[in-house]
T-cell receptor, first 114, second 114 residues
Framework: DAGITQSPRYKITETGRQVTLMCHQTWSHSYMFWYRQDLGHGLRLIYYSAAADITDKGEVPDGYVVSRSKTENFPLTLESATRSQTSVYFC?????????????FGQGTRLTVV | AQSVAQPEDQVNVAEGNPLTVKCTYSVSGNPYLFWYVQYPNRGLQFLLKYITGDNLVKGSYGFEAEFNKSQTSFHLKKPSALVSDSALYFCAVLNAGNNRKLIWGLGTSLAVNP
């Protein structure tokens, strides 16, 4: 189906483990984003990507790694999970400048670090 | 610095009454403005946007928003609220020269009472 999908929807992991959250979009949007949503903080940008092999840091990149070898995929890796990374993570995509500027979101991944 | 403010954490309105969710912004240049809605345990859904043109923008589910450049506001409105409109609403602004990164408000929780 067309759209943007995240996996897994729910994940429980232990402190210190590496975990990867997946994001896949079928629109061939140039831009992709990773946000975390926490009560009282709204949405905070972790990393974004303007195109394949082009990534850049957002507001809260520490402890996270991204890659974008293909336009449609934008995985987010927590190298060594900490309890402070317990959050809901959203992936989003949007067209490049000149197209529609609105972002489209996945359903989210609820990550719990114990 | 660019910013978005949603001055109300929560808005309560009776079903059938008009609703307004407030948003003010601060950006350099011409703003692209957006409203998104988030239902429980779901991702954000795009409602409407202002890019240019008519200051009154119509969007999904009967929502509309009024762009006011002098007051730097972009309030979300609906003439007659439904219980099903109860959700979290986010305002966002994009500076067209800012790599498609959205600046988000902290969200307003709308409760429509039967």
């Amino acid at each position: 189906d067309a759209g943007i999908t995240q996996s897994p929807r729910y994940k429980i992991t232990e402190t210190g483990r590496q975990v990867t959250l997946m994001c896949h979009q079928t629109w061939s949007h140039s831009y992709m984003f990773w946000y975390r949503q926490d009560l009282g903080h709204g949405l905070r940008l972790i990393y974004y990507s303007a195109a394949a092999d082009i990534t850049d840091k957002g507001e809260v990149p520490d402890g996270y790694v991204v890659s974008r070898s293909k336009t449609e995929n934008f995985p987010l890796t927590l190298e060594s999970a900490t309890r402070s990374q317990t959050s809901v993570y959203f992936c989003a995509s949007s067209e490049s400048i000149g197209g529609r500027p609105e972002a489209f979101f996945g359903q989210g991944t609820r990550l719990t670090v114990v | 610095a660019q910013s978005v403010a949603q001055p109300e954490d929560q808005v309560n309105v009776a079903e059938g009454n008009p609703l307004t969710v407030k948003c003010t912004y601060s950006v350099s240049g011409n703003p692209y403005l957006f409203w998104y809605v988030q239902y429980p345990n779901r991702g954000l859904q795009f409602l409407l946007k202002y890019i240019t043109g008519d200051n009154l923008v119509k969007g999904s589910y009967g929502f509309e928003a009024e762009f006011n450049k002098s007051q730097t506001s972009f309030h979300l409105k609906k003439p007659s609220a439904l219980v099903s409109d109860s959700a979290l609403y986010f305002c966002a602004v994009l500076n067209a020269g800012n790599n498609r990164k959205l600046i988000w408000g902290l969200g307003t929780s709308l409760a429509v009472n039967p």
